[in-house]
């Protein structure tokens, strides 16, 4: 071989050696943020769950991936999602470790061979070398476990919180992440409703619920969101689109988020919103301070099954009705006027023509429902009829509606068969006495002392004798309400078993 030939191998070979030991140990603070990030457990590395960041591109262990972009030492990764691009986590990387928000704490992810000596093999219980006994908290959940992985928890000592112990929980058989409808870890086919532990409830659909007070996670979300929104520009978040003053206007904003898997929506106003649609939006006008919801404060609430007490069941179909109160929204935004439509005089009180009935089929069923259970709901044939009423005369009845989602009428309120008194004015009747969601209350759900127990008012489909009037349902009996007050929405619907 010609000397020079043997050269220029020499000197490829060289470099390749030269590049194999940058990457094989590129733990100190200059390397390039490049590699493969293990999560160190319990003194190991847990190899199933690790970041990737390759030139531009960022992956996790559970398939996530997207572009992401380092500045000094923070790192900040996209997703997109719908084909926009959006702001994913934010975190820190350098010197062999990344570390990003995780459920319950901080995660710390080493590339292999770059942890920190002293936790290699995890903290002992004894007397160490920080010379004091490690008084350990609460284990907190860093990675929920799934249907076929195992969790991570974590627990900080009270002592010196730089000091940590990690383990693995058990897979949760029950913890499927479902994807266009099918588990993206086991392949379980989503079911598109559960039962209840006793059988007696439907678990069905998806609905913001309880508020988010864990202030990690708030902080998560509220990076996530992104800016508020003010008078001049939303951002991401999205317009109510609710009253005051008989207009709408923009006051009051919502944001659906995705982190770690769950769905959050973000809540926040500027102004109060009012009990009814005629009304200023000023705080006396409101119920979301006396719910504890103030203006130009951000609020989380986490999206959870929507529990439905079956009213009846038969023919291989149920009748369900949300067993508490989901949302809170005008029958009808204006209560003077007569509206005629062709050629005849609908009344505030029209239910086919209300504000109630669109929003339940529009943003309610797009909100709480995917395509799997979207299959699953009956269209309708909703009676409107006198005696849906339970009055003997009255000009306010509407023509039946064809509908998803429906009120509930007087006549089902007193059915003794759907598990309700019969007796329209008794009071207290515990199957028509129902409690509002932390969510409800934020948006200015009424909520009144029934018995010094707290209970919301809640709209019916059937109009009142006075064309400015719907029936409620009020602490356990029926009621009526001016069809632009803010009243409690319980929806009901059948759904093919
Ligand atoms: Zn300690
Ligand atoms: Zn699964």
Redesign the pocket.
Known sequence: MHIAMKRRILNALLALLLILCCTGAACSAKESVEGTYFLFVGGEYEKQFFYKLSRDKWSYSDGTEGRYEVHENEIIFYVSRYGREEKYLKGSVGGGKLTVPGWGGTLEFYIYGCAPEEERGG?SDGQ?T?G?T??WGEWETVVPATCTTAGVEMRL?K??NA?KQTRNTEPDPEAHKWENGKCKYCGKIKPAYTLSADGGKIYFGEYPKTEVKDEKLKSALDWLAGATPDYTFNHTWKDYGYFTSGKVQSYMWYNDVTYEGERYRGVFFTSYRPTYTTYGNTRDNSYQDNNGYIVNTKYWFKYEPIEWRVLSRQDGRALLMADYVLDCMQYFSVNTKNRVIDGKTVFPNNYAESDIREWLNGAFYSTAFGDTEKNIIELTEVKNGLASTGDFFSEYVCENTEDKVFLLSWHDMVNAEYGFNPNAVAYGDSARLLNGSDYAKSLGLRETFYRDKEYSTFWLRSPYQKSSYAYVAYHGALDYADVVRTEGVVPALYIKL
């Open positions: 903290a160490n920080a004091h490690h008084d000592c002592a010196d000091h």
